[in-house]
């Protein structure tokens, strides 16, 4: 499953932070729950859509050091297209 996250609402993304088998990617306000969850998300599940991030007045976190993977809106849209079920939170 896909999650898109366009909500700073830390307690909606709770319920699928421990399944394996969901991808999250974080966009608009979704993206500054990023330092919250970076600790809690292993990186191969974990994305953030980069034109939100740089948006986001957050770009000074290095982001690869963190090991967070930044993606474009065609991946973001090709990472849709992979999967069968998405679902989008949002405040």
Same mark, same amino acid.
């Given at each position: 499953?896909? @999650?898109?996250?366009l909500s700073n609402n830390a307690l909606s993304l709770q319920p699928y932070i421990e399944d394996p088998d *969901?991808?999250?990617? @974080? ?8 330092? #919250?969850? *970076?600790?809690? *998300? ?7 859509? #980069? ?13 690869? #050091? @963190?090991?967070? +993977? ?11 297209? #992979?999967?069968? +079920?998405?679902?989008? @939170?949002?405040?």
């Amino acid at each position: 499953m896909l @999650l898109q996250v366009l909500s700073n609402n830390a307690l909606s993304l709770q319920p699928y932070i421990e399944d394996p088998d *969901i991808t999250i990617v @974080l966009l608009q306000d979704g993206v500054y729950l990023l330092p #919250e969850l *970076i600790q809690q *998300i292993p990186a191969n599940r974990l994305f953030v859509l #980069e034109s939100d991030w740089l948006a986001s007045g957050l770009a000074q976190i290095n982001l690869h #050091e @963190l090991k967070v +993977n930044l993606i474009s809106a065609e991946q973001w849209v090709n990472m849709a297209a #992979e999967h069968f +079920n998405i679902l989008t @939170l949002q405040s």
